[in-house]
C-alpha cells in the first residue's frame, strides 16, 4: 500500500506534494525528489518542508506530517552531499547569504560522523568555503584557507575571524591547517633542485614574520635536511643547500670584509640576517654566525710596552664590578673561588703595547681558514704569577678593543674552566654588561651594573674605586652609606644648633699610604674639605685627626660583631611593634653643610654601647651595622602577635644580610645573590601586616581594612638616636616616588628606621609613604644623595 501512495504521489504529471511558498519563491507542487525533511532553511537546491510547514500548522500537525512524508513517501533528511551541492549552487549563482552560509555549516557539523572522509575530500575538490577577503567575497577549497594568522598568507584565506564558533568543523572535521607556520613549513619541505633561490627566500621571510608573533610548537630537524638554504661559495656561485653543508651567517661586518671570498657563507646581507633573527634561532642557527664560529688567536710581539694610561681603564680599579659580571652570569671561575678571582682581578695589570697581533681563523670541510684582524685585539695572559691583559698602544684600536673586542674575550675567559681550560656558553648580556662596565668611568661602574640588573655580591668591594664611598659613610654608620651611590652633599640651611666651628680636615682613608710621594695618589687619597658648620669632635666625643679615621682589625672583632647581634635579636624579641608618633621628626638637626665639597658627620659611632666592634674598612663596617638593624626588623616583624603568615628569610631580599650568618641562629640562612629592590618585600596576601599598621594608627580603618598590599621595606639604621637625619640613594627615591604613584592600594613603600643600634637603648620608627609626607612638606628631602631633612617642627610621619 506504502509503494502505491508513494508511487501516486511521484507519478502526478506536477508530482503530488505541496510545497508552501517561502521568500519571493511562489508555492508550488513537486514530487519526493526533489524535497528534504530535515534540512537548513532558504535551501535553493532542494525544499526543506519541515521549516516551510512548521508557521502554518501545529506540533500535533507537524509530528503527523513528519511520519507521512518520512515513513510512506520516503523523504529524506538532508545528508552532507545534498549540503555540499548546495553550497555548489550557492557558489554558482554568486550568493553572499552569509546568514544561510553559515547555517549549512552548522548543520555539516552536526552530521560529521557519518561519512567525515568523503566530507574532508569534498572540501578538498571543490571550492565549498566562503569567506570575504579583502573585501572581495570568494569560494575556496580547504587546502587554500587557514584557521588563523597574525600575518597576510599570500593566497590563503583565514577563517577565524568569520567562524570563530566553527573551529572544530573546519580545523578538525574538514583539516583546515591551524597553524600557518605549518603551510610554509611544508612548502619548504617540498623544495627541490628545481625551486627558484627567489621563490625559497620568499617563503622563508614569511615564515620568519611568523615566527616573529606566533608560537612555533613544529620541530624544524625536517627542514635542516631539506636544501632551503642559500650558500654562496667562494666563487661566487651560489646553490640551494641543507644544513649538511658546512656555511657561515654574516652578523659582523668586519668579519666578513676579512672572510668573504675565503669561505662559503648563506646568501643573506648583514640587515637580512637581522631581520631572520626569529628564524635563525627557530632552526638553532645562531651558532653559525661569524662571530660564534670564528676563533681569534691573539699573540705578543716585539715592542714598546708600558702600563695603561687612561686610569679608568686600569681594570684593577673595576675588580669587584668585574666580580658581580662573573658571579651574575655563573662564572666556572667564580663558582669555584670567588675570592681567588676576586684577588686576582684586583692584581690584573693591563698593559699598552704595539704588538698585539690577532689571527682570525674558521674551519669548514676540514680547512681551516686564517687571517690577520685588520684592528688591534686584546691579549689575556694568565700565568701563576697573575693576570696580565694586553691592549694596543694606538688610541683608535684601543677604543675599539674595549668597546668590542675585550669585552668578548673577558666573557670567555670568565666562562672558561681555569683548571680544565674548557669553555662555557658566553651569554650575550655578559658581553653586553662588560662592555658598559669596561667604557664608564670608575664612580659609577656600581650604578650601570645595577640598571643593567648585574647582582650584588656578598664580597666586600676592597679596591680603590671605594674610596668615594668610604668618605661619604664616614662616621655617621648608616646601612645604605655602604652602597656604591657616589657622594654627594647635600645643600644646608643655617643652624645655631651646631655652632660656628670651621677649619681643615685632612682625612686619610683606611688601608692607604699616607706616605705616598705621588701627587696624584695624595690628591686620591687626601681629602682636604673646608667644614662650614662642622660639630665639634668634643660635642661628638670624637676626635678628627687622621690618627683616629683608621680602621683597626682586631682580632676580636667577630666575638664583639657576634655579641651585638645578641643584644640585637634580644632586644627584637622583646619589642613591640611601634605606634604611629614613634617617629617625630621635630628634634632632626636642621643643617647640611652650606658647600658641596664639605664632609658632613653625625659624630656617632657607638662608644657608648660598650662594644664598639671594628672592621678593616669604614665600609665594611657600614655594611654590618645596616645588616644588624636589618636583623632587628627581621626579628620583630618575625614574632609579630598574631604572626605575618607568608614571612620569613625569602622576604629578605638584601645584599648585606650575608653579615648575620655569623650568629648561629643565621648560619644555615644563604646570602642573597638576586636583583635587590628593598631590603624586605611582602605580599601581604591575607591582610597580617595591614591589620598591624591599621592597629598601630598608621593607615585609616576604613579606606584600608579589605587591601591586600605588596610591601617594600627599607631599613635605615644609625648608631645615633632616632632624630639622625638618614640618607636614600636616588633608586630608593625613585622607588618611593613609584610606589606612591601607584594606583589603588596594590603597593606600599615603608622606611624602617633602627637607632640606637649599638646602645643599650635599640628602638625603630616607621614611616609609611614617605613621598606623602614630601609632598605634604613634613619631610625635605636634599642633594642627590636624598638626605630626609624636617619641614615642619612637630609634624609626625603616618598622620
Not at 96 to 117: V, W
Not at 268 to 281: A, D, G, I, N, Q
Amino acid at each position: 500500500m506504502r509503494e502505491h501512495v508513494k508511487q501516486y504521489f511521484d507519478d502526478l504529471k506536477v508530482g503530488g506534494i505541496f510545497v508552501p511558498a517561502q521568500g519571493s519563491r511562489k508555492a508550488k507542487w513537486s514530487t519526493s525528489k526533489e524535497c528534504l525533511w530535515e534540512a537548513p532553511r532558504g535551501m535553493l537546491s532542494k525544499y526543506p518542508l519541515k521549516h516551510l510547514y512548521t508557521p502554518e500548522l501545529e506540533t500535533r500537525e507537524i509530528d503527523d506530517l513528519s511520519r507521512f512524508f518520512r515513513q510512506v513517501l520516503s523523504v529524506p533528511d538532508a545528508t552532507w552531499s545534498d549540503l555540499t551541492g548546495e553550497l555548489g549552487k550557492m557558489r554558482e549563482s554568486g550568493s553572499r547569504d552569509f546568514d544561510r552560509i553559515r547555517s549549512i555549516y552548522h548543520y555539516l557539523y552536526d552530521l560529521r560522523a557519518l561519512n567525515s572522509g568523503n566530507l574532508r575530500q569534498e572540501f578538498e575538490n571543490k571550492r565549498l568555503i566562503f569567506i570575504m577577503k579583502n573585501g572581495q567575497p570568494g569560494w575556496y577549497k580547504t587546502p587554500e584557507c587557514i584557521w588563523s594568522s597574525s600575518a597576510e598568507i599570500r593566497g590563503k584565506a583565514t577563517l577565524s575571524s568569520s567562524y570563530k564558533d566553527l573551529q572544530d568543523f573546519f580545523v578538525d572535521t574538514l583539516g583546515v591547517k591551524q597553524l600557518p607556520v605549518q603551510i610554509l613549513y611544508d612548502k619548504l619541505l617540498r623544495t627541490t633542485t628545481q625551486t627558484s633561490m627567489v621563490e625559497v627566500k620568499s617563503t622563508i621571510r614569511s615564515l620568519n614574520e611568523l615566527l616573529r608573533t606566533e608560537a612555533c610548537h613544529v620541530n624544524p630537524d625536517a627542514l635542516l635536511k631539506a636544501i632551503v638554504f642559500p650558500v654562496k661559495y667562494p666563487d661566487n656561485k651560489k646553490y640551494l643547500r641543507s644544513t649538511d653543508t658546512e656555511f657561515a651567517i654574516v652578523d659582523r661586518e668586519y668579519l666578513v670584509k676579512q672572510l668573504q671570498g675565503r669561505i662559503k657563507l648563506l646568501d643573506y646581507s648583514l640587515e637580512e640576517v637581522r631581520c631572520l633573527k626569529p628564524f635563525f634561532e627557530w632552526t638553532g642557527l645562531t651558532s653559525r654566525y661569524l662571530s660564534s664560529s670564528v676563533e681569534r688567536i691573539s699573540s705578543l710581539l716585539d715592542g714598546t710596552r708600558r702600563p695603561i694610561s687612561m686610569p679608568r681603564r686600569d681594570l684593577k680599579r673595576k675588580a669587584h664590578g668585574l666580580l658581580r659580571v662573573a658571579a651574575t652570569f655563573d662564572s666556572p671561575r667564580y663558582c669555584s673561588d670567588p675570592n681567588r678571582l676576586y684577588q686576582l682581578l684586583r692584581m690584573v695589570d693591563v698593559v699598552e703595547m704595539a704588538g698585539v697581533s690577532t689571527v682570525l681563523s674558521i674551519s669548514q670541510d676540514g680547512h681551516l681558514t686564517k687571517v690577520k684582524a685588520f684592528l688591534g685585539d686584546a691579549h689575556i695572559d694568565e700565568t701563576p704569577d697573575g693576570l696580565k691583559i694586553y691592549v694596543p698602544m694606538d688610541e683608535k684600536a684601543q677604543q675599539c678593543c674595549f668597546a668590542s673586542f675585550l669585552p668578548e674575550r673577558l666573557a670567555g675567559w670568565f666562562m672558561r674552566d681555569h683548571v680544565t681550560q674548557i669553555g662555557g656558553k658566553v651569554d650575550i648580556a655578559m658581553v653586553s654588561a662588560l662592555t658598559a662596565l669596561l667604557t664608564v668611568d670608575i664612580p659609577v661602574v656600581d650604578t650601570i651594573l645595577d640598571h643593567l640588573g648585574i647582582i650584588p655580591i656578598p664580597i666586600v668591594n676592597e679596591g680603590v674605586g671605594v674610596v668615594k664611598d668610604q668618605v661619604r659613610a664616614m662616621d655617621q654608620v648608616e646601612d645604605d652609606a655602604a652602597s656604591s651611590e657616589p657622594w654627594a652633599t647635600p645643600k644646608s640651611s643655617t643652624s645655631e644648633d651646631l655652632g660656628g666651628a670651621s677649619g681643615t680636615l685632612n682625612t686619610w682613608i683606611a688601608g692607604t699610604d699616607g706616605n705616598s710621594s705621588s701627587p696624584a695618589a695624595n690628591k686620591m687619597i687626601a681629602l682636604e674639605r673646608e667644614l662650614a658648620s662642622l660639630p665639634s669632635a668634643q660635642r661628638h666625643g670624637r676626635s678628627t685627626s687622621a690618627g683616629s679615621l683608621h680602621a683597626p682589625t682586631p682580632s676580636t672583632g667577630d666575638t664583639l660583631y657576634r655579641m651585638l647581634l645578641d643584644k640585637v635579636i634580644a632586644a627584637a624579641r622583646r619589642a613591640t611593634f611601634p605606634y604611629s608618633g614613634a617617629f617625630d621628626m621635630s628634634g632632626l638637626l636642621d643643617v647640611l653643610p652650606r658647600e658641596e665639597s664639605t664632609l658632613w658627620f653625625a659624630g656617632y659611632d657607638g662608644f657608648d654601647a660598650g662594644i664598639g666592634f671594628r672592621s678593616s674598612s669604614q665600609l665594611e663596617r657600614n655594611k654590618k651595622i645596616g645588616a644588624a638593624g636589618q636583623l632587628y626588623a627581621f626579628e620583630l616583624l618575625s614574632r609579630l602577635n598574631p604572626t605575618l603568615r607568608d614571612w620569613g628569610r625569602e622576604n629578605w631580599r638584601s645584599g648585606i644580610r650575608q653579615y648575620v650568618t655569623i650568629h648561629p641562629d643565621y648560619t644555615d640562612m644563604k646570602a642573597w645573590r638576586e636583583m635587590e629592590t628593598t631590603g624586605f618585600t611582602y605580599k601581604d596576601k591575607h591582610g597580617d601586616l595591614t591589620a598591624v599598621l591599621v592597629d598601630r594608627g598608621y593607615l585609616d580603618r576604613e579606606e584600608w581594612h579589605n587591601a591586600r598590599p605588596e610591601y617594600f621595606l627599607d631599613v635605615k639604621t644609625t648608631t645615633g638616636p632616632y632624630n639622625t637625619p638618614f640618607y636614600m640613594s636616588k633608586y630608593q627615591y625613585k622607588r618611593m616616588q613609584d610606589v606612591h604613584n601607584e594606583k589603588g592600594h596594590s603597593k606600599v613603600y615603608m622606611i624602617l628606621r633602627v637607632f640606637n643600634i649599638e646602645s643599650q637603648a635599640i628602638g625603630m620608627s616607621v614611616c609609611i609613604d614617605p613621598e606623602r609626607q614630601r609632598s605634604d612638606g613634613r619631610l625635605l628631602f636634599t642633594g642627590e644623595t636624598w638626605s630626609a631633612v624636617p619641614g615642619n617642627r612637630g609634624a609626625r610621619l603616618g598622620d
